[in-house]
């Protein structure tokens, strides 16, 4: 698989965890479009993480269901991370 599909599948799987993180963690929510958005740049900046640390599936050089998957997972994940961490700071700072 060529960097740049494994790139789209990530940026996809992050604003896919954006959104599943916004509608779990209501109070870190940013609003559907906002969620997306955050999403896929943390599912582009997790894929390339992992593809930084060395970990085999992120990244994708292979085409198998293992490395797929691999890209689906550190995308959503990082979406969803990076959607908790900047509404944890959106909260605290409007309560100041």
Known sequence: ????????????????GGNLAGGL????SLGTALNSIVGILGGGLGGQILKALGVGFAGGGSADIGGI????LGGGVGGGVLLAI???IKNALSKK
């Open 69 to 72: 998957i691999g890209n689906i």
């Open 1 to 16: 698989m060529s960097s740049t599909v494994a790139l789209i599948i990530q940026l996809i799987s992050g604003a896919l």
């Open 86 to 88: 900047i509404g944890a």
């Open 25 to 28: 963690l209501k109070k870190l």
